[in-house]
């Protein structure tokens, strides 16, 4: 069974800085991209960060330049560096993962239970 684990969620005001991780875990073979997605009240949940397995990064322009993805292929683990926070990017954010399980003949999705990130004025 595979998990996803985020942790590094809390409250900073405005200007600030968090750090997200998210921890795979289970019968896992092989991840390819690992993303970082987000959900605001009333809106819908956004990519905030990918990361494939070669290194290759992306970012909307609402995020470009304040945060970082980098992942620990070894140790299955992403983070995600959020620095200059505003109160925009308020919500929950979710660990996604494109990857196969040990027995598995194909990569499937999984995503973590998300961890609360709170900016304040």
């Known amino acids: 069974q595979v998990q996803l684990v985020e942790s590094g969620g809390g409250l900073v005001q405005a200007g600030g800085s968090l750090r997200l991780s998210c921890a795979a875990s289970g019968n896992i073979f092989s991840i390819n991209t690992m993303d970082w997605y987000r959900q605001a009240p009333g809106k819908q949940r956004e990519l905030v960060a990918t990361?494939?397995?070669?290194?290759?990064?992306y970012y909307p322009d609402s995020v470009k330049g304040r945060f970082t993805i980098s992942r620990d292929n070894a140790k299955n683990t992403a983070y995600l560096q959020m620095n200059s926070l505003k109160p925009e990017d308020t919500g929950v954010y979710y660990c996604y993962a494109d990857l196969m399980a040990i027995g598995s003949y194909y990569y499937a999705n999984y995503w973590g239970q998300g961890t609360q990130v709170t900016v304040s004025s």
């Open positions: 990361i494939g397995c070669d290194g290759d990064t």
